[in-house]
């Protein structure tokens, strides 16, 4: 009871204060390369350069024609990320998988774009969906924690003219495992607007299990995230599970635009924290 009332208060807090909704979608034929600290193909940024040159130009003054020539590049350098050793570049996929074989590149990721404010629900894993008399609701959150409840299913009741819960699943912050060496890497473009990720390396501890929702919500100046892992083992049992350590990288992007400039914490399952300074108002 005590679950439900929470989940009835979520939804409608959820439900009627949206307003504008954050969608994030990749950019086609864009990715982001970052390459090994030991590669030494990205010029150091140069402090005394800082605030002088264009958005969008490395303070280093390295070229972008004579990098892509460097690197035998069959793509477009949009960006040079002095800062994280990388590149935003135009290519396709065929060229993208080509750098992620390469041994100087330590990520190859489709760049997720800019998150911006929409006012329709792209989204349908994402938003409130209507559909053959049934409403269902992805996540709802509490004081507690982002995306504590998923899944929320609605029936409308005519007899008592009101909406009768039926199905919803509860989804606590779980305990994952992380790479001790790596784990959560803080990724900041100098572009402008910024562009903030969050790369996490993990492993699973067996061959059921999978990544599952990944909720992340801003409150005060602090984005929690959490990340769920589910088991993907059949239901009829045809399939068991096996003790594989098998190891995961996921980039998670925060939706930092329209962010006033300022210090932002953020938090992975409770369990990882640390910080980021948006150095300027982060909108065009």
């Known amino acids: 009871m005590y679950l439900l009332k929470n989940f009835l208060i979520g939804f409608s807090v959820l439900f009627f ?3 504008f909704a954050f969608s994030q979608e990749a950019v086609k034929d864009t990715y982001i390369i970052l390459f090994q600290e030991n590669a030494g193909l990205i010029d150091p940024p140069n402090p005394e350069n800082a605030g002088k040159v264009p958005v969008g130009q490395p303070t280093s003054g390295q070229s972008k024609e004579e ?15 002095e800062v994280n050793n990388g590149i935003i570049v135009r290519m396709n ?33 994402e938003y409130p969906v209507y559909r053959n008399g049934a409403l269902t609701v992805p996540r709802v959150d509490t004081d507690e924690q982002a995306g504590l409840f998923q899944g929320g299913v609605f029936q409308y009741d005519a007899s ?3 909406w009768r819960l039926q199905n919803y699943q509860v989804a606590p912050v779980t305990d994952i495992f992380l790479v001790e060496s790596n784990k959560v890497e ?3 473009s100098e572009t402008l607007p910024t562009q903030v990720f969050l790369k996490v390396n993990g492993s699973f501890a067996d061959s059921c299990q999978k990544l599952g929702r990944i909720n ?11 990340i769920s892992i589910v088991s993907s083992v059949p239901d009829d049992g045809s399939q068991g599970c096996f003790p594989v350590v098998t190891p995961f990288e996921k980039v998670i992007p925060l939706p930092v635009y329209g962010l006033s400039a300022g210090i932002y914490n953020y938090m ?4 990882i924290t640390g910080n980021f300074e948006l150095k300027n108002d982060n909108n065009l």
């Open 17 to 19: 204060s949206m307003g």
């Open 67 to 81: 990098l892509t020539a460097t690197l035998g590049l069959n793509g477009e350098i949009i960006t040079i990320l």
């Open 93 to 125: 996929e065929q060229e993208a998988q080509k750098w992620r074989n390469d041994g100087r590149v330590k990520l190859v990721e489709q760049d997720s774009g800019m998150a911006t404010f929409d006012a329709t629900f792209e989204n349908q894993d």
């Open 160 to 162: 008592i003219d009101a």
């Open 186 to 188: 803080l990724i900041i």
């Open 216 to 226: 992340h919500r801003l409150q005060d100046n602090r984005f929690e995230v959490v």
């Open 268 to 271: 992975v399952n409770s369990k």
